[in-house]
């Protein structure tokens, strides 16, 4: 929460400074004019994010005072935005007449309900995120500790994977009981049986767990995905997606960095499981904040029949890519310290120096999709950053560290663009349903990739190699976007999918 704040300007009582404080603001908040006489003058929000807005100005014959009180309610993330909030509201000779927004915000202005909204969903895409990313990151560690080679550790992350059958009818339910309300129910179970890998006794039990653990994270990803698209205007979605990727890393981060706890004993990973435990708070204020989208509380036709056209090229493209991206993820940490000779803190640290880049990608990503367009963004950042992760997986030194830093740069940009299709192109009645699908079209070329790879290492293969071979299947996910993708960029939900007037 940014919460209460109050800015005083005093400026010489010259004409063009009266002139300017009292054109009505039209940026970050769009004003109206409440009030008007000879002294004061007082501007109320007619458009914005604010829970409250007033600035009043006082002309006398020295002085021009200006006083800004506002309230802005960002659950969770608050704290980020309070300063660039307070410089754009306080700027002096920057005013916009025109609707520009600052560079930092999303390209249309929210309401107070899609900020808080976009809040709350950031926090839980961090849980998501958290649960999504443990078992990858621990499955060395634990199948060390249990005796387990490269490629049973790669069937255990395959079985792990399979686990979406779980997640599948809390997407299917979010299409009749509401986004909300699974939301709020994977929120709780995540890290419920993402903690319990901690008491497992073999790995056959900690893979058990995480099938359906990481699952619920995943059921919650993809409907935090749903709700932002519903509830974003049509100029921000990609925005929305990227914001929700930067609370992802950090999400992410907490996981990876838990992995020096690895280094404490053969029995250290299991500590990192019980960090879960944190995201019931998530959960909890999830269940008392949330509000349901207002795209689904609209009359819409239920369960309306899948395009199957759009559902198979995007589904194609999430398989295919994923072939690559997943043994890429799974196998990185094991490359490093089979290869690399990294203990769990370097590989803590290097995760954290060469992945946090994609933050920063992830927002030049949102704008550029919402502005320029989403094909445009795919079709040059995800062939170069697959380029520079294989080079990584190829050499030591400072190549390492470059490759991984500039892959995940170039990931970040890319994912925005390619995220929210998954969600644009299908109707309010099976927008979960089709994100659950196609979540399990990637987590099935994901697990196909791990296991070609499992079995590739365990016979003689290098890691650049194995992980050229798999990059096939991103450049041909590529060539799908080129050929098959519509632009999406500037255009409504219910422009892109019409829905009959009867509904």
């Not at 249309?108 to 895409?125: H, M, N, V």
Request: hydrophobic share 50%.
């Amino acid at each position: 929460m940014v919460g209460s704040q109050r800015i005083v300007r005093e400026l010489p009582a010259t004409e063009a400074n009266a002139a300017h404080v009292l054109a009505p603001r039209n940026d970050f908040v769009k004003e109206a004019v409440a009030a008007s006489d000879a002294a004061v003058h007082t501007f109320t929000q007619a458009e914005g994010p604010f829970t409250h807005y007033e600035r009043t100005v006082e002309i006398d014959a020295t002085t021009v005072r200006e006083t800004t009180r506002y309230g802005l309610l960002i659950p969770w993330f608050g704290w980020l935005f309070r300063r660039p909030v307070r410089r754009t509201i306080g700027r002096h000779g920057r005013v916009s007449t025109h609707g520009a927004q600052p560079w930092w915000a999303p390209p249309d202005r929210l309401d107070p309900r899609q900020a808080l909204l976009l809040g709350l969903l950031a926090a839980a895409s961090m849980s998501s995120a958290f649960t999504n990313t443990l078992f990858t990151q621990t499955a060395n560690f634990a199948a060390k500790d249990f005796g387990i080679g490269k490629f049973g550790q790669g069937v255990g992350g395959v079985v792990v994977r399979v686990g979406i059958v779980f997640a599948l009818p809390i997407a299917f339910m979010a299409d009749r009981a509401g986004r909300r309300r699974m939301i709020v129910l994977a929120a709780w179970l995540a890290p419920l049986f993402s903690a319990l890998g901690a008491l497992s006794p073999n790995f056959s039990v900690l893979v058990a767990t995480q099938s359906i653990g990481r699952p619920m994270g995943l059921a919650l990803d993809l409907l935090i995905a749903v709700a932002a698209a519903e509830e974003m205007p049509r100029n921000s979605r990609a925005y929305a997606i990227s914001v929700l990727a930067m609370a992802s890393g950090l999400g992410a981060g907490i996981a990876v960095m838990g992995l020096p706890l690895a280094d404490l004993g053969d029995a250290g990973w299991r500590l990192i499981y019980l960090i879960a435990l944190i995201w019931f708070v998530v959960a909890f204020d999830l269940r008392r904040r949330l509000p349901e989208t207002r795209r689904f509380e609209r009359p819409h036709v239920i369960a309306p029949r899948l395009d199957r056209v759009r559902f198979a090229q995007i589904a194609m493209v999430s398989f295919c890519g994923n072939m690559f991206v997943a043994p890429a993820s799974f196998f990185q940490n094991r490359y490093l310290d089979d290869v690399r000779g990294f203990s769990g803190g370097a590989i803590s640290l290097f995760t954290l120096a060469t992945a946090t880049p994609a933050s920063i990608g992830f927002i030049i990503g949102g704008r550029i999709a919402d502005i320029r367009g989403r094909r445009r963004v795919l079709v040059i950042a995800a062939p170069i950053g697959t380029a520079m992760l294989i080079w990584s997986f190829s050499v030591d030194g400072a190549g390492l560290w470059l490759g991984a830093f500039g892959a995940g740069l170039l990931g970040g940009i890319a994912y925005p663009a390619f995220s929210v299709y998954r969600t644009e192109l299908f109707p309010t009645g099976n927008r979960g349903r089709a994100a659950g699908l196609i979540t399990a079209a990637a987590l099935l070329g994901g697990s196909i990739g791990i296991l070609l790879t499992g079995q590739l290492l365990d016979r003689g293969w290098s890691y650049g190699s194995t992980i050229s071979l798999m990059a096939i299947g991103q450049l041909f996910a590529v060539v799908i976007i080129i050929v098959r993708y519509p632009e999406t960029a500037h255009r409504d939900l219910d422009e892109l999918n019409p829905e009959p007037a009867s509904a």
